[in-house]
């Protein structure tokens, strides 16, 4: 049984900064198997659909982002720690939504949330203007 505990989110002002945290939680035979999937964060404002935002590869190499974030947000991961984080220093009220993070069964940054089988609790991020 796995599951994605994630954190971090609340009210923040335009401008101001975010760090969302994700870390995966499974059974001692199989929590070692999440340093070799991609990452990846989608997002869903009210009355929107759930959108991309960013996505990782296994090592970290390789990374990916949505036209809306890009050169605002990073992301990143900590294998030792089996943990994804999304940050910006450059928030906009345009960023307010829930934010989900999500684990692949694959090596590969993916960007589609169909390749996604496992999902953290949303995230709430306010950005007041």
């Known amino acids: 049984q796995v ?3 994630a954190s971090g989110g ?8 975010l760090r969302l945290s994700c870390a995966a939680s499974a059974s001692l035979s199989s929590e070692r ?10 997002r869903q404002a009210p009355g929107k659909d759930r959108e991309f935002v960013a996505t990782i590869n296994w090592s970290g190499a390789v990374t990916y982002y949505s036209d809306s974030v890009r050169g ?7 294998n030792a720690k089996n943990t994804v984080y999304l940050e ?4 906009k009220p345009e960023d307010t939504a829930v934010y989900y993070c ?4 694959g090596l590969h940054a993916q960007r589609t949330s169909t390749e996604y089988h496992f999902w953290g609790r949303g995230i709430q991020v306010t950005v007041s203007s």
């Open 102 to 105: 999500a684990a692949s069964d």
């Open 72 to 78: 605002r947000f990073s992301v990143s991961r900590d």
């Open 33 to 42: 198997t999440f340093n070799y999937v991609a990452w990846g964060w989608f």
């Open 3 to 5: 599951h994605l505990v």
């Open 10 to 17: 609340g009210l923040v002002q335009a401008g101001g900064s």
């Open 88 to 91: 910006s220093n450059a928030l």
